[in-house]
């Protein structure tokens, strides 16, 4: 069978024309799925974007959350503000890193009577800042952490 190539330049605008239209679909390749992430009209200040668990161990399921937070001052304040939160929570800071619009923290404590470990990278993008964290039991973080690290420094601000 030949193709025209106006057949051929057809089929492409069909697939750049259904590109656009879903333009927020989650893909996992590895689980077979996708999904139109539900988005609301209305301007949400904060925003609760996603969460992927992992299988849960113990009663817990390690997870990568992504969050969008209005924040209309610096990366610098922003940095101040969250270790400020660590103190009065009572979190240890084993990493921290500030770097361009960009800060990232490895801290871990005890939240709801479980030893919690946490990477999270927040990124500051107009009157915003994205967070992406991952949260792990402790007993586990180094069995998960390569997985979870690897989801957080994934996350790409296509702005």
Same mark, same amino acid.
């Given at each position: 069978?030949?193709?025209?190539?106006?057949?051929?330049?057809?089929?492409?605008?069909?697939?750049?024309?259904?590109?656009?239209?879903?333009?927020?679909?989650?893909?996992? *390749? %590895?689980?077979?799925? @996708?999904?139109?992430?539900?988005?609301?009209? %209305?301007?949400? *200040?904060?925003?609760?974007?996603?969460?992927?668990?992992?299988?849960?161990?113990?009663?817990?399921?390690a997870n990568v959350n992504v969050q969008?937070?209005?924040?209309?001052?610096?990366?610098?304040?922003? %940095?101040?503000? @969250?270790?400020?939160?660590?103190?009065?929570?009572?979190? *240890?800071?084993?990493?921290?890193?500030?770097?361009?619009?960009e800060v990232r923290y490895e801290y871990?404590?005890?939240? !709801?009577?479980?030893?919690?470990?946490?990477?999270?990278?927040s990124i500051k993008a107009g009157e915003?800042?994205?967070?992406?964290?991952? *949260?792990?039991?402790?007993? !586990?973080?180094?069995? !998960?952490?390569?997985?979870?690290?690897?989801?957080?420094?994934?996350?790409?601000?296509?702005?």
């Amino acid at each position: 069978m030949r193709l025209s190539v106006i057949g051929l330049a057809g089929l492409f605008l069909a697939a750049g024309a259904l590109a656009v239209e879903r333009k927020n679909v989650f893909i996992s *390749t %590895d689980h077979g799925i @996708s999904i139109e992430a539900p988005v609301s009209g %209305d301007a949400a *200040t904060n925003l609760q974007i996603a969460v992927f668990f992992l299988p849960p161990l113990n009663d817990f399921a390690a997870n990568v959350n992504v969050q969008k937070q209005q924040f209309t001052g610096r990366i610098e304040d922003y %940095d101040k503000l @969250s270790v400020s939160q660590f103190k009065q929570f009572r979190l *240890t800071v084993l990493n921290r890193a500030l770097k361009g619009n960009e800060v990232r923290y490895e801290y871990k404590g005890d939240m !709801q009577g479980r030893a919690l470990r946490w990477y999270a990278r927040s990124i500051k993008a107009g009157e915003y800042v994205y967070l992406v964290t991952a *949260t792990g039991l402790e007993e !586990q973080w180094e069995g !998960q952490k390569l997985v979870l690290i690897k989801s957080v420094d994934s996350f790409v601000l296509k702005q």
